[in-house]
């Protein structure tokens, strides 16, 4: 296990190697520049020059990506252009809201559509097949912009029963924070209901077809202990893999839901800065979801042998 786990720990320095490469060269490519966003169109070249030397924008671009990979070695993540804060303690602060968003709505996606798919693969080709399929693939359809607009236009203009904007820290109020985020939490939850969906009953297909399963069911082993004890354990090792890409993909694209509900999260932070041409900052949320990405990626691959007793570990 030591030894798979190293292999492992081993591929993902070069993966994140690259990926700061290729954070540091798209940063560069965003038009504008910050000196001339932060001092006006009518600054004084002389105070523009200055200030392009004190952020080190009149370095060389290898010399200017050396200092940051230096920094980021030592744990400096820089400090934000607009407002000189430091960018770690700013992003761990924006994580924790759509950590806790993302997070809850796989896991909820995940308990609605592994079992809706084990049952639509256990009577395949029937009505009740072909309505779980209907409705995951129109889940599956729908962009999340659009389901979360009619969501707030029902639950909160409509019904009243919900906040439509703002936000609160759970910190300061559990309940009134929890109010900000169902709304949130449901439109993610839906929308990976149906990818879900549709792998775990693709799995499930496949392993209802092994001859272990036709060999329990002829010992008259009761229908629903062959689906738990036999398909199920064996069906959910791809669909975890999917639920570990779905996972990385929500941290890295919730920007668009954080917008629609105005929660002060890192996808919005990372707009924000892209408009501000905010280089520091922008790095840093790349670079911070990339390593997530990475880190979960790898989670779900040292977990993988749990479920799939095919995968050795030596």
């Known amino acids: 296990m030591l030894g798979y786990l190293a292999r492992r720990l081993a591929m993902t320095i070069p993966t994140l190697l690259l990926v700061a490469i290729a954070v540091f060269a798209l940063v560069r490519l965003i038009p504008g520049d910050p000196v001339q966003v932060m001092l006006g169109d009518a600054a004084d070249p002389a105070q523009a020059a200055q200030l392009r030397a004190q952020l080190g924008l009149d370095q060389p671009i290898p010399v200017q990506f050396m200092h940051w990979i230096a ?3 030592a744990g400096d993540f820089g400090h934000s252009i607009t407002n000189n804060l430091a960018v770690l303690p700013l992003i761990l602060d924006r994580f924790q809201v759509s950590a806790v968003i993302v997070l809850v709505a796989v896991a909820a996606a995940a ?3 592994v ?5 639509a693969a256990w009577k395949q080709n029937s009505l009740l097949d072909l309505s779980v399929v209907g409705g995951a693939t129109l889940l599956l359809s729908i962009p999340s912009f659009w389901l979360g607009l009619l969501l707030l236009l029902l639950f909160g203009l409509k019904l009243k029963w919900l906040p439509v904007i703002g936000y609160v820290p759970f910190a300061e109020d559990f309940w009134q924070a929890s109010s900000f985020i169902v709304l949130p939490i449901a439109t993610l939850t839906m929308v990976e209901i149906g990818v879900l969906t549709r ?5 499930s297909i496949e392993v209802l077809r092994l001859e272990y399963v036709t060999h329990a069911r002829a010992k008259g082993v009761p229908e629903w202990r062959v689906l738990a004890r036999h398909v199920l354990p064996n069906a959910f090792a791809p669909t975890w893999t999917l639920i570990g890409l779905v996972l990385g993909h929500l941290l890295g694209g919730i920007a668009v839901i954080e917008t629609v509900f105005t929660l002060p999260g890192l996808g919005r932070l990372l707009v924000d800065s892209i408009f501000a041409r905010d280089y520091p900052v922008v790095q840093g949320c790349l670079l911070f979801t990339a390593v997530i ?10 977990c993988y042998p749990l479920f799939d007793p095919r995968v050795t570990v030596a």
Request: hydrophobic residues 70%; proline residues 4%.
């Open 111 to 113: 308990c609605i559509a």
């Open 115 to 119: 079992p809706a798919g084990l049952v």
């Open 293 to 302: 990405y990475v880190v979960v990626n790898l989670i779900v691959d040292l």
């Open 199 to 203: 792998m775990a009953r693709a799995a």
């Open 71 to 73: 920094k980021l070695a």
